[in-house]
């Protein structure tokens, strides 16, 4: 009705005007009226939004705590009690032991991280002892994991070596819950950082013995949004036009000898930087940034890579394919700064 009358009242006020501008009188309220419609439309639109982003926000939040609440280890506890689990693995019983991890490699504690929950590449020192998956709770400034196993040969596990277990509390294992795949997902191991090995000793079912196991959990799995450090500069942000650029590039991690080209070609495509970068050695296949694998696209005595660049003025994680060892296979982590400052257009 409000419509319908600011229209008759525009034609009430002009009733001595020509056709013609009767016309675009009538015409622009028309033109008001649909641009009204239109923002109501779009308010509607964008408060339905908000209303679904709400309810799915909550119901994941009713889902977390249903699944926390729904594992209850008070059976296991008491079953364990109920055991000795004094017995400890002797050599002769074990297999042989991988090394895991990279020695160079410096650690990422809790604080680092922002909180949240995060899939996580993980490694066992022991063929024995094979994870199917890992994901890392990280919150006020602790971290702890879920770790479900391929198989169903262990009890429990314990954050310590063997012996330490051996005299620890029923209490103070950790227990696991069970999949829909049948799978034994171990809840709440604490972890004190990312690319470091730490102490796992897990009892066997049929042995009933204390076994010990290396874990290492790779912070290069992560992708840059995971880490609570400064995020350094958006690429966005920096506002480049297609083109290409040279800039300086930094690389860290898993020991000194391969070294990269700095400064690296950039360049930009409809908005998006992407970088070419050039290891010193041919022995590398492929890297993997933010999840995602990148294969080697040419050079003899190089490497070379070609990969968007989402932000700059920060290290961020980087996995590179080792070749050099004759037959195998050997993914290392590094770094890998890319700078803003002397960011310069190509002669």
């Known amino acids: 009705m409000m419509k319908l009358g600011a229209l008759a009242l525009t034609l009430l006020l002009v009733p001595a005007l020509p056709g013609r501008t009767?016309?675009?009188?009538?015409?622009?309220?028309?033109?008001?009226?649909?641009?009204?419609?239109?923002?109501?439309?779009?308010?509607?639109?964008?408060?339905?939004?908000?209303?679904?982003?709400?309810?799915?926000?909550?119901?994941?939040?009713?889902?977390?705590?249903?699944?926390?609440?729904?594992?209850?280890?008070?059976?296991?506890?008491?079953?364990?009690?109920a055991m000795d689990t004094t017995a400890i693995a002797e050599s002769k019983d074990m297999t042989s032991v991988d090394e895991v991890g990279e020695n160079e490699a410096e650690p990422v504690y809790a604080d680092a991280l922002q909180d949240g929950d995060y899939e996580v590449a993980i490694e066992s020192s022991s063929s024995m002892f094979k994870i199917h998956s890992a994901v890392i709770h990280v919150k006020d400034g602790a971290m702890t994991m879920d770790m479900t196993l391929e198989g169903t040969s262990y009890l429990f596990l314990y954050p310590g070596t063997p012996e330490e277990a051996a005299q620890a509390d029923a209490e103070d294992f950790i227990y696991f819950d069970i999949d829909e795949d049948g799978l034994y997902t171990y809840i709440g191991f604490p972890v004190e950082a990312l690319d470091q090995g730490f102490q796992c000793a897990a009892f066997s079912?049929?042995?009933?013995?204390?076994?010990?196991?290396?874990?290492?959990?790779?912070?290069?799995?992560?992708?840059?949004?995971?880490?609570?450090a400064a995020q350094g500069t958006a690429a966005s942000d920096l506002a480049l036009a297609d083109g290409a650029y040279e800039v300086n590039v930094e690389l860290g991690g898993a020991g000194s000898g391969t070294t990269v080209t700095s400064p690296a070609a950039l360049t930009v495509e409809d908005g998006t930087a992407y970088l070419t970068l050039t290891f010193n050695s041919s022995n590398y296949d492929y890297i993997r940034v933010d999840g995602v694998q990148y294969d080697a696209i040419e050079g003899e005595e190089t490497s070379v890579?070609?990969?968007p660049v989402s932000h700059f003025d920060v290290d961020f994680p980087l996995v590179a394919d080792s070749t050099a060892i004759k037959g195998m296979q050997v993914e290392k982590d590094f770094t890998l700064c890319v700078s803003s400052e002397g960011l310069a257009e190509a002669e």
């Not at 049929?206 to 010990?212: A, V």
Request: proline share 2%; no cysteine; aromatic share 8%.
């Open 305 to 307: 890579f070609e990969f």
């Open 22 to 81: 009767l016309r675009a009188a009538a015409e622009s309220v028309s033109e008001a009226e649909e641009a009204l419609t239109e923002a109501q439309a779009d308010r509607q639109a964008e408060a339905q939004t908000d209303r679904q982003a709400e309810a799915q926000t909550d119901r994941q939040a009713e889902s977390q705590a249903e699944a926390e609440s729904a594992f209850d280890p008070t059976e296991q506890i008491e079953a364990a009690k």
């Open 205 to 228: 079912k049929n042995k009933e013995k204390w076994y010990p196991r290396t874990l290492w959990l790779s912070s290069a799995s992560l992708d840059l949004s995971a880490f609570a």
